[in-house]
């Protein structure tokens, strides 16, 4: 895994939000594991579980494009947070 594929951004929303990947991962109802998966770039969340995200963390659901299950890249987040 490459460190552009991992989700940056949304690493950078959680720590913002003082939370632990773990404490995301219940908050929204999914396993630790997949959790870890959709921050490291490796699955895309089904549109419901990106909501959940999105409400959680207060970034817009569109951050992941999950009609095409694809992601799309909002480096300018990240910038932002930092």
Do not use: C
């Amino acid at each position: 895994m490459t460190e552009s594929s991992k989700r940056v951004w949304l690493r950078a929303l959680r720590n913002g939000a003082h939370m632990t990947q773990t404490q995301a991962a219940q908050a929204v109802g999914i396993s630790l594991d997949h959790y870890q998966n959709i921050e490291y770039g490796k699955r895309n969340p089904s549109k419901k579980v990106a909501g959940r995200l999105s409400a959680l963390l207060g970034f817009p659901v569109e951050f992941f494009d999950v009609e095409r299950d694809a992601f799309k890249h909002r480096e300018v987040i990240v910038a932002q947070t930092e």
